[in-house]
């Protein structure tokens, strides 16, 4: 499988948008897991053919309950499956006899629980295989998904409250941290296209639900969490889609340590890797990587809301020189360029404010109390001269006053409108409805102007990924390594066979040879003996640096 592999997701329409559902195991109690599903599409009003079955019923809230899927005499798009492991294997021969698309498999007792449930899920994949059902599980918690009143999961989540439909698709391993990142998402106020959770994945994977939001035209942003990966291949084609498609992929993987990968190996049997590898995938194919749940949000809230900077200069504003120090630094550290005004501008900063620091970061200080209209004039001034990429402004607690708010807004507002192609944020406190009014001009609004920086400088590498990387070798062929010690020059050439980035140099034989690269080459460089039987070669003089 390559980078250019195309998915064939159609087949997962009947999962993620079915015409019809039956709940199997359906409960008249709306408290139990067989129950909540049937309740959560009744009283959330999905529009298509709903059925439930038990067999031990006559009427399951409300409906007509069926013996068992194959009695119901109609196409079946979706089966959410709530019953016992043990009664799992029947279930499906029903389900394959009655032609059922699509499965979703809450039960749990499988990979997860060592070798003989690995070989019961096992053989449940190759049988979904060969009946052509999809199937997302065992051991999940299901799936949403908002704007079409499908609630194929049995979490507390939407009981406290529905997400609101948008634009944002969001994949998780984990039912549990899927169901905390729902109620975050409702609290942030985010809208949802898709939430899915995957658990040990017998057959739809965390990539399929990748490649499926890639090609959605209702989402824009996906948000994925992962706790390792069984097909490689797989997941940077799906990655590679969702870039070749535009649509920013904001990733929290976890297991980056060995005790974090063992945890995550024992919740879903996931094979977490080394996370390094995981690391230059993700960079590779663009992925805006989340080390914190703060951050995932931020950076999903981020990039829906606003487009990627074209480059890494960022203008700098502030009311606090304090602040302003260390939005320096966390600049620095995100990898972006805070180049200083011009003298010109810095002269006419302080002739508009004598003890303003004029350079960049530009701190006009508390005078803005007095003169509200240094606001608008001096950040005017700073795109007008350096025409930043980027540019944030830090008001405090600004926000929150109704004086400063009119002024704030029309600050963006300005700015907006004179230039277009600037990505826009603040930081400031604020209730959420003027964090909204905010967002729907395309400024990003941050409390920590840490975080907003971290944002940035993440969304800025979104334009230089595909340019700054070169193609991965197909993980699907392994290099075919030599025997025994290699020289240098062997060592780096398996490297760039790999796609791994090595340094400019040149393999000589001759004094000659080595004056001509080194003239050809440029600057100072380094000599040194090339030979497989040495293995330290300064050990025998045999680097010579600075030449």
Known sequence: MTDSHCFDTSRLDALFAPRSIAVVGASDQASKIGGIPLDYLL???????????????????????????????????LAIVAVPQSQVAGVLEDAAAARVQSMVLFSSGYAETGSDGTAAQQALARRAQEAGIRLIGPNCLGFMRPGHQVYATFSPAPGGGLVRP?????????????AYAYSLARERGLGLSLWATTGNEADVQLADGLAWLAQDPETDVIMAYMEGCRDGPRLRAALALAQERGKPVVMCKVGTSALGAAAAASHTASL???????????????????????????????????????GRSIGLFTVSGGVGAMMADDASAAGLEVAPLSDAAQRQLREWVPFAAPRNPVDITGQVTNDMTLLERSARLMLADRQFDSWLGFFAAGGLS????????????????????????????????????????????????GAAIRCIGALARL???????????DAGSALHLPAGTLS????????????????????????????????????????????????????????????
Request: hydrophobic share 45%; with cysteine.
């Open 43 to 77: 009283r959330f009003g999905y529009g298509g053919a709903l059925y439930a079955v038990n067999p031990r019923a006559s009427r399951v809230q409300g409906l007509p309950a069926h013996e068992r899927l194959a009695a119901i005499g109609a196409p079946v798009d």
């Open 166 to 178: 948008g634009r944002i698709g969001m994949v998780s391993q984990s039912g549990a941290f899927g």
């Open 272 to 310: 977490a890797g080394n996370d390094a590898v995981y690391d230059a995938v993700f960079r590779r194919y663009g992925v805006l990587r989340a080390h914190s749940i703060t951050d995932f949000f931020a950076l999903a809230a981020s990039a829906y809301i606003a487009r990627a900077p074209k």
């Open 402 to 449: 109704d004086a400063f708010w009119p002024v704030l807004q029309s600050l963006v507002q300005t700015l907006r409108t004179h230039h277009p192609d600037t990505l826009l944020a603040v930081s400031t406190l604020c209730p959420p409805e003027r964090r909204d009014a905010l967002e729907a001009l395309g400024c990003l609004v941050f409390a920590d102007p």
């Open 463 to 473: 334009h230089e990924t595909p340019q700054a990387l070169p193609a991965m070798a």
């Open 488 to 547: 240098e020059q062997r060592s780096m050439a398996l490297l760039a066979e790999a796609g791994v980035p090595v340094v400019p140099h040149r393999l000589v034989r001759t004094a000659a040879e080595a004056a001509q690269a080194a003239q050809e080459m440029g600057g100072r460089i380094a000599l040194k003996v090339c030979s497989d039987a040495i293995a330290h070669k300064s050990d025998v003089g045999g680097v010579a640096l600075n030449l």
